[in-house]
């Protein structure tokens, strides 16, 4: 048990919807990443905050945001759904930005979002 | 740009020894990992190198060259469950961390 919890585990839902996926960080851990995992492909970044700040942003779409909260925790926020974005979505957290440490991530176990 | 290439797919013996690569293109270097994901599973670290060289943990090791942009990981005494993917990843000067799209390791009896 890595200590990150995302939820919710599963997730189907239309296209042109939204969705919110929660993830909780280990205990400790002030910096949250988000990944995006297609069929057979790797680990996209998408976002990275740092003790309730955008710390630095990889391919995310307009359509997505993030922010984290006062109490560390994450949402990703997913809009007007396409079927493309079909997807594992991974919450990571680490001590610190990696720039202070190369503390390993430490990830959740996913969330699958399912879009119709 | 940035990216990580890694084979797509290795295939060795139980009780054998696999090497794994991997090479990058990074705006800033700031290590290389290795994280091991079992088929719906979450990733989980297996190793970091900063420096130079090679660095063991147990079956596992990881070997860097800065000057060559490469890196490769090395599975000792292979075992079924070590069936997986092996993801790369560089954290760069962005405070980005970028994955390879890994490399599926099937292993045979």
């Known amino acids: 048990d890595s200590g990150v919890t995302q939820t919710p585990k599963h997730l189907i839902t239309a296209t042109g919807q939204r969705v919110t996926l929660r993830c909780s960080p280990r205990?400790?851990?002030?910096?949250v990443y988000w990944y995006q995992q297609s069929l057979d492909q790797g680990l996209q970044f998408l976002i990275q905050?740092?003790?309730?700040?955008?710390?630095a942003k990889g391919n995310i779409l307009e359509r997505f945001s993030a922010q984290q909260f006062p109490d560390l925790h994450s949402e990703l926020n997913l809009s007007s759904l396409e079927l493309g974005d079909s997807a594992l979505y991974f919450c990571?957290?680490?001590?610190?930005?990696?720039?202070?440490?190369?503390?390993?991530?430490?990830f959740g176990n996913g969330t699958r979002l399912t879009v119709t | 740009g940035q990216s990580l290439e890694q084979p797509s797919e290795v295939t060795a013996v139980e009780g054998a020894i696999v090497q794994m690569n991997c090479t990058y293109q990074?705006?800033?270097?700031?290590?290389l990992s290795w994280y091991q994901q079992h088929d719906g599973g979450a990733p989980t670290f297996l190793s970091y190198?900063?420096?130079?060289g090679l660095e063991e943990t147990g079956r596992f090791s990881s070997f860097l060259s800065r000057s060559d942009s490469y890196g490769y990981l090395l599975l000792q005494e292979l075992q079924m469950k070590d069936s997986a993917s092996y993801f790369c990843?560089?954290?760069?000067?962005?405070?980005?961390?970028?994955f390879g799209k890994g490399t599926r390791l099937h292993i045979l009896p």
């Open positions: 990571a957290s680490s001590p610190h930005p990696g720039t202070v440490d190369n503390s390993p991530l430490h």
């Open positions: 205990s400790g851990d002030l910096s």
């Open positions: 905050y740092y003790n309730g700040e955008e710390r």
């Open positions: 990074t705006s800033g270097f700031y290590g």
């Open positions: 190198n900063a420096l130079d």
């Open positions: 990843a560089v954290r760069n000067r962005d405070d980005k961390i970028i």
